[in-house]
């Protein structure tokens, strides 16, 4: 069974940093591509980061492109989100999720099979 769990989450002023993290366990680690998407009240969950299960290939959306960044350790079993230059907009609760080895669109919710049960970032202006 496939288990992650995220931590790291909390109230930060607009401009400040938090750094996620989602330990997985129950397989294989290694050869698998993860991601983190997020949801705010009232709005569908949408896709913050994905990354290649070798680490050299990290996709962001638009929104956080070059202030979030996405990483792997596979001997830990462990994904990082770095949050950076964080705004009102990013509040929201982060999740961590893995999905089959091959994964088509890395931005689509239905790719994906297992998830965290989320941690809540919230930014205050």
């Known amino acids: 069974q496939v288990q992650l769990v995220e931590s790291g989450g909390g109230l930060v002023q607009a401009g400040g940093s938090l750094r996620l993290s989602c330990a997985a366990s129950?397989?294989?680690?290694?050869?698998?591509?993860m991601a983190w998407f997020r949801q705010a009240p009232g709005k569908e969950r949408a896709f913050v980061a994905a990354?290649?299960?070798?680490?050299?290939?990290?996709y962001y959306a638009d929104s956080v492109k070059g202030r979030f960044t996405i990483s792997r350790d596979n001997a830990k079993n462990t994904v990082w989100l770095q949050m950076n230059s964080l705004k009102p907009e990013d509040t929201a609760v982060y999740y961590c999720a893995t999905g089959p080895a091959r994964i088509h669109t890395p931005s689509r919710v239905s790719e994906y099979d297992y998830w965290g049960q989320g941690t809540q970032v919230t930014v205050s202006s």
């Open positions: 990354i290649s299960w070798s680490g050299s290939m990290p």
């Open positions: 129950g397989r294989t680690f290694t050869v698998y591509p």
